[in-house]
């Protein structure tokens, strides 16, 4: 049974940072590319990051661009998302997914599997 599991969503200030991490368990972590949407309240839900399963290349929104840094940890099956100069846009919660043997995509269906989730809150 394939899980993806966030932590470290929560309330910071404007200017602040947070790194939010996302534990895989019962997948080959190594061969999925690996991602982060988010949604905020009464928005779409929109891509903001992913990294590739093979080379390791990273597709940035352009609103996250500079501000935002993935990374994964293969031997530990986890992916991070290190989030810098946060703004009160960045207001959402946050998913982690995953796509198999495939590279990064801003389509939400292309990926396999879709973490519950976790808030992130920046107050003005």
């Known amino acids: 049974q394939v899980q993806l599991v966030e932590s470290g969503g929560g309330l910071v200030q404007a200017g602040g940072s947070l790194r939010l991490s996302c534990a895989a368990s019962g997948l080959t972590f190594d061969s999925y590319t690996m991602g982060w949407f988010r949604q905020a309240p009464g928005q779409e839900r929109e891509f903001v990051v992913a990294?590739?399963?093979?080379?390791?290349?990273?597709y940035y929104a352009n609103s996250v661009k500079g501000r935002f840094t993935i990374s994964r940890d293969n031997a530990k099956n986890t992916l991070y998302l290190q989030m810098n100069s946060l703004k009160p846009e960045d207001t959402a919660v946050y998913y982690c997914v995953a796509r198999y043997l495939k590279g990064a995509t801003v389509t939400q269906t292309a990926y396999d599997y879709w973490g519950q989730g976790t808030q992130v809150t920046v107050s003005s």
């Open positions: 990294i590739d399963w093979n080379v390791g290349n990273t």
